[in-house]
Nanobody, 115 residues
Framework: QVQLVESGGGLVQAGGSLRLSCAAS????????MGWYRQAPGKQRELVAT???????NYADSVKGRFTISRNSAMNSVNLQMNNLKPEDTAVYYC?????????WGQGTQVTVSS
């Protein structure tokens, strides 16, 4: 079991940057996959970026080259650096951890990008 708490969301103008953090209640070293997902109003939740064991990363096409997922050296948080933000990036961003058949979600943090 692990609790996840996101932070770092807010309001930013198009072209700006934000850094989201996901703090875990324990080390994420043994968790198979950590990721960021987002859900815009009226839309389904979608994958943004994932970080798997072996430091393998995966990004949605819409964020490639603009977003970077990483974890801290203490192995207890996962970050999402978001650059060149666009209005279509506006959504609630959720942190997720997956380990075997178990999935853990944070409560989400709102990101709003104004044009």
């Amino acid at each position: 079991q692990v609790q996840l708490v996101e932070s770092g969301g807010g309001l930013v103008q198009a072209g700006g940057s934000l850094r989201l953090s996901c703090a875990a209640s324990r080390s994420i070293f043994s968790i198979n996959m950590m990721g960021w997902y987002r859900q815009a109003p009226g839309k389904q939740r979608e994958l943004v970026a994932t970080l798997s064991i072996g430091a393998k990363t995966n990004y949605a096409d819409s964020v490639k080259g603009r977003f970077t997922i990483s974890r801290n050296s203490a192995m207890n948080s996962v970050n999402l650096q978001m650059n060149n933000l666009k209005p279509e990036d506006t959504a609630v961003y959720y942190c997720k951890g997956s380990n075997g058949g178990d999935n853990y979600w944070g409560q989400g943090t709102q990101v709003t990008v104004s044009s």
